[in-house]
């Protein structure tokens, strides 16, 4: 386990994301094949080269969900008893194969659940391309363990 107890998380806090991930033709078509999300702007070459973008672009949900992944030994590796909501999701530009991403979590909010054994956080995930371009952003929110909970030997797998 690597994640923080909400205790460990401090409001304002940004917390950089050591790993990364170059995104592959492959990874997006599984992901589209996954979800069923036949969208030619993800899927067909010729379609893509007449948009905007002029070529295929990488799924959002797919940039969104690698950075959940990304972010989760820093944050919540462990330490969660649940996500509870995915908020105010941009893609301010596109994602392409071959990009590189990253990601970086601030905490923007935490608070005690009514009994005091949880907390409630609220993170806001950015992720960034090789440019350091921002091409992703959401508020994750999570119900996370108390330290003195686990360590009093109160445990949440049971509730």
């Given at each position: ?6 205790e460990d998380l401090e409001?304002?806090e940004?917390?950089e994301h050591e ?11 599984r992901f ?5 999300n036949?969208q030619?702007?993800?899927l067909d070459?010729e379609f893509a080269a007449?948009?905007q973008?002029g070529?295929?672009?990488v799924?959002g949900?797919y940039t969104?969900?690698?950075a959940v992944?990304?972010?989760?030994p820093e944050?919540?590796?462990g330490?969660?008893?649940?996500n509870?909501?995915?908020?105010d999701?941009?893609?301010?530009a ?10 970086q979590?601030?905490v923007?909010e935490k608070?005690?659940?009514s009994?005091g054994?949880?907390g409630?956080?609220?993170m806001c ?5 090789q ?8 508020d ?8 003195e ?8 797998e049971?509730?």
């Amino acid at each position: 386990m690597t994640g923080r107890y909400y205790e460990d998380l401090e409001v304002g806090e940004t917390i950089e994301h050591e790993r990364s991930r170059t995104i592959s033709e492959s990874d997006n078509q599984r992901f589209c094949d996954l979800t069923m999300n036949q969208q030619p702007l993800h899927l067909d070459s010729e379609f893509a080269a007449e948009t905007q973008f002029g070529e295929r672009i990488v799924n959002g949900l797919y940039t969104m969900s690698l950075a959940v992944g990304i972010s989760i030994p820093e944050t919540t590796d462990g330490t969660i008893v649940a996500n509870l909501s995915y908020d105010d999701v941009e893609h301010p530009a596109p994602v392409f194969h071959g990009d590189t991403i990253r990601a970086q979590s601030t905490v923007t909010e935490k608070r005690e659940t009514s009994d005091g054994e949880r907390g409630v956080v609220t993170m806001c995930v950015e992720v960034f391309n090789q440019h350091d371009e921002l091409v992703c952003s959401f508020d994750r929110t999570v119900l996370s363990r108390k330290r003195e909970h686990v360590e009093d030997g109160h445990s949440d797998e049971n509730e």
